[in-house]
T-cell receptor, first 113, second 114 residues
Framework: DQQVKQNSPSLSVQEGRISILNCDYT??????FLWYKKYPAEGPTFLISISSIKDKNEDGRFTVFLNKSAKHLSLHIVPSQPGDSAVYFC????????????FGEGTQLTVNP | DGGITQSPKYLFRKEGQNVTLSCEQNLNHDAMYWYRQDPGQGLRLIYY???????QKGDIAEGYSVSREKKESFPLTVTSAQKNPTAFYLC?????????????FGAGSRLTVL
């Protein structure tokens, strides 16, 4: 049972344009969501999170939107830069410290100069 | 610098052998995790530990074992019972940031079974 899904395995955008990465979930118990970025042969690095009580969170070029009724979240990157080319994972969790995260399959973003 | 150290970075194993992957953290985090990454399948949870001397199975624990004798260390043993052990293994530890349990990952260990 895939509780967190990223339906697009890859996305290609031009430098300077907006990148939109999407994620769907099925478990209503999730009360926070995170996005991670991963380069090949490295561990994922945390980008941004959002609590289920919010619908938007911004951090510089990165904005995460949450639509609870649709069980959908998205990550917007504006403007996209070639260094943003990586695999992006969304993750979801509930509970307090030490609780587990469930990850999506990942989306490979390529930003072309 | 605080962080998570995984070793070895690359490991080759013959079929039938057990291998142990090391994970050490100096972040003073209570919780630690092991995930496995396979192409097109994202990160799948093997085991996690919320406190010393306690750990729970994740979604794919069969063929793996762990121990948590010290707060800083969470080694993973891949046993001969694991049918498809070739993968990229990621260790993580976590702390609360606001309402979110944010995981910090190590650089990973790639295991190849020959």
């Amino acid at each position: 049972d895939q509780q967190v899904k990223q339906n697009s395995p890859s996305l290609s955008v031009q430098e300077g344009r907006i990148s939109i990465l999407n994620c769907d979930y099925t478990n209503s118990m999730f009360d926070y969501f995170l996005w991670y970025k991963k380069y090949p042969a490295e561990g994922p690095t945390f980008l941004i999170s959002i609590s289920s009580i919010k619908d938007k969170n911004e951090d510089g070029r990165f904005t995460v939107f949450l639509n609870k009724s649709a069980k959908h979240l998205s990550l917007h990157i504006v403007p996209s830069q070639p260094g943003d080319s990586a695999v992006y994972f969304c993750a979801a969790g509930w509970g307090t410290s030490g609780s587990r995260l469930t990850f999506g399959e990942g989306t490979q973003l390529t930003v072309n100069p | 610098d605080g962080g998570i150290t995984q070793s070895p970075k690359y490991l080759f194993r013959k079929e039938g052998q057990n291998v142990t992957l090391s994970c050490e953290q100096n972040l003073n985090h209570d919780a630690m995790y092991w995930y496995r990454q396979d192409p097109g399948q994202g990160l799948r949870l093997i085991y996690y530990s919320q406190i010393v001397n306690d750990f729970q199975k994740g979604d794919i624990a069969e063929g793996y074992s762990v121990s948590r004798e010290k707060k800083e260390s969470f080694p993973l043993t891949v046993t001969s019972a694991q049918k498809n052990p070739t993968a990229f293994y990621l260790c993580a530890s976590s702390t609360l940031q606001g309402a979110a349990n944010v995981l910090t990952f190590g650089a990973g260990s790639r295991l190849t079974v020959l």
